[in-house]
């Protein structure tokens, strides 16, 4: 099929990849011309494991160009993949799901499906069905399908290729037949509903997989005051199936660009409703002060953080993404230079977005050994590989004072005992 996408960020690029992949001819189209010039020469604007390399191996059946009449004319499917982010009252800005709407109305010349791929509010697919059908420059039929997205950053292009589950919102056979063809190759089970409540799928599994995550954050903050090991306890309910293993990991809460705007988009759509969440507030709240549970911690060691050096390891929200887009790390630097501390970081593949955030306040250093050198303190905020397999000795032999604030659990405690540093994590005993 001829297929064009919206917007070539980390669920537009993946998804086009993978079309291409199963052999569909895409169009990508995107505002960003620097992302596109980068795409044209076989480069990926962003770090997904594994994407370049698809891209490259596809680049036969893959386009990538800033002009809609080329990408959407004669499309079959035009998926739209834009950014949907938070207004300040946690409602969604919707400007780039209109403005490309507007572009495939101007520009479709053949009758064609829409599918919107974006996190977007209830209701929002019968508005952009609407919108296009009067304002569609050709007389020719359009239709649109809601058709939201699972995929985690970091496993983007495994989570694609054999995703749980096609989430199609249609309002009519034909849409569901041609989306059916979209899909076939990939041979994954389908959830063919209304478009309303493929909205609603979408948000309602993330919101719940936020839950779970302050769920287990609240266990393992009750964990560590009755002196029992949240590992073992989560261990223990994930072996139930009725629970699942999954999102089951205490840590210092919650990042990324999905979770903390989709939970507030939740609530704004039920405080419309007049209608209190009081399960998704509640996990909100809990994110929060999640967050800066180290910070907190480490204020049991020392007085203030002014002049002290502080190691910062992992900036990114979740390892395998370049995305800091909402991590936890930046609320937490945030604190530590206010109150005058020396931050060093270190970071596989986050450090040049941070450098957009903090472009000279902070150090950023090329080894995890260069970041803790004579540091009064090191805290760990993302579970990259390169820090689990990190030798913990190092930080006994490197480091100022050996305090180690570690908010995603990465070592045991049985290692932290034996190098003999000060090991503080989440939901488990104190080391020192
Ligand atoms: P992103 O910010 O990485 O990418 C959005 C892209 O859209 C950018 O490249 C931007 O330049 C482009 N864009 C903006 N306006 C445009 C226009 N008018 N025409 C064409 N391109 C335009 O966003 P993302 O993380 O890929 O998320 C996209 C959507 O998918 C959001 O609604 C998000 O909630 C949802 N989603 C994201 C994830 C995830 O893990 N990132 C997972 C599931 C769903």
Redesign the pocket.
């Known amino acids: 099929m001829d297929i064009a996408v ?7 690029l993946v998804t086009a990849a993978c079309l291409a992949e199963k052999g569909h001819k895409v169009a990508c ?4 011309v620097e ?1 596109v010039a980068l795409l044209q020469r076989g480069k990926s604007p ?1 770090y997904e494991p594994g994407l370049e390399e698809l891209i490259r191996k596809n680049r036969e059946r893959l386009l990538f160009t800033a002009d809609y009449a080329a990408a959407c004319r004669r499309a079959d499917v035009i998926i739209i ?4 982010p938070e207004e300040p009252d946690g409602s969604v800005n919707l400007q ?1 799901v209109w ?2 709407a507007k ?1 495939i109305a101007q520009t479709v010349e053949k009758d064609c499906v829409v599918a919107v ?4 509010p209830v209701g929002t697919s019968d508005q952009v069905e609407r919108w296009i059908y009067e304002h569609r420059k050709h007389p020719v039929h359009i239709e649109v399908v809601a058709n ?6 970091g496993t ?1 292009i495994k989570d694609t290729l054999h995703a749980s589950r096609i989430v199609l919102g249609v309002e009519s056979p034909h849409a569901e037949k041609v989306m059916k063809e979209v899909y076939d190759p990939f041979y994954l089970p389908y959830v063919v509903t209304d478009r309303k409540s493929a909205e609603m799928v ?1 948000y309602a599994s993330n919101v719940f997989l936020a839950l779970k995550i302050s769920y287990i954050n609240e266990i393992a903050n009750l964990c560590e005051m009755v002196g029992a090991n949240i590992e073992d306890v989560a261990e223990g309910m994930g072996m139930d199936p009725r629970i699942g293993s999954r999102f089951l990991r205490a840590g210092i809460g919650y990042g ?3 979770f903390p ?2 939970t507030k988009a939740l609530r704004w759509l039920a405080d419309g409703c007049d209608y209190e969440l009081k399960t998704v507030q509640a996990a909100m709240e809990v994110n929060e002060s999640q967050k800066v549970k180290l910070i907190e911690k480490a204020r049991t060691y020392v007085s203030h953080f002014r002049g002290l050096e502080v190691a910062v390891l992992g900036l990114t929200f979740k390892p395998g993404t370049d ?1 800091i887009r909402e991590a936890p790390s930046l609320a937490n630097i945030a604190v530590l230079l206010e109150e005058g501390a020396n931050v060093r970081v270190w970071d596989p593949v986050g450090m040049e977005n941070a450098k957009r955030v903090f472009p000279k306040e902070i150090t950023y250093c090329s080894t995890i050994e260069e970041a803790v050198a004579n540091a009064d303190i090191c805290f760990i905020f993302t579970e990259w590989p390169e820090i689990r397999q990190f030798d913990v000795r190092q930080y006994a032999n490197l480091m100022k004072t050996p305090l180690v604030l570690d908010g995603r659990n990465c070592y045991s405690l049985a290692s932290a005992r034996e190098a003999g540093i000060i090991y503080e994590s989440i939901g488990r005993k104190r080391v020192c």
């Open positions: 919206a917007g070539v960020g980390y669920v537009g189209v995107d505002v960003d992302k962003i993949a834009v950014g949907t780039y403005e490309a572009q791929k974006s996190t977007v939201p997205e699972f995929l985690s950053q983007a979408k990324g660009s999905c705007k989709d995305d």
